[in-house]
């Protein structure tokens, strides 16, 4: 099982125009603070051009466990 304390679910954060994931990630969902979608993935790399500078949830699924993370955008 994957944990927290093995490689990073996904890097830089903060992060300024592009997001990569684990190299297991099967998809990734971006939702605003307000609960709406918007971006969706798939693969290891999201680009975050024209996203507002702010603070997110990622979604993430990796190796078949979905994860919940802060994500700033600068």
Not at 50 to 62: A, C, D, E
Request: hydrophobic letters at 35%; proline letters at 7%; zero cysteines.
């Amino acid at each position: 099982a994957l944990t927290d304390n093995q490689s990073p679910l996904f890097w830089p954060n903060p992060a300024e125009t592009d997001l990569h994931m684990h190299p297991q990630t099967e998809n990734v969902h971006l939702w605003d603070m307000q609960g709406r979608l918007l971006l969706k993935g798939q693969g290891n790399y999201l680009s975050l051009e024209g996203i507002p500078s702010g603070t997110y949830v990622l979604q993430l699924r990796v190796a078949g466990q979905s994860h919940k993370k802060l994500l700033i955008k600068l």
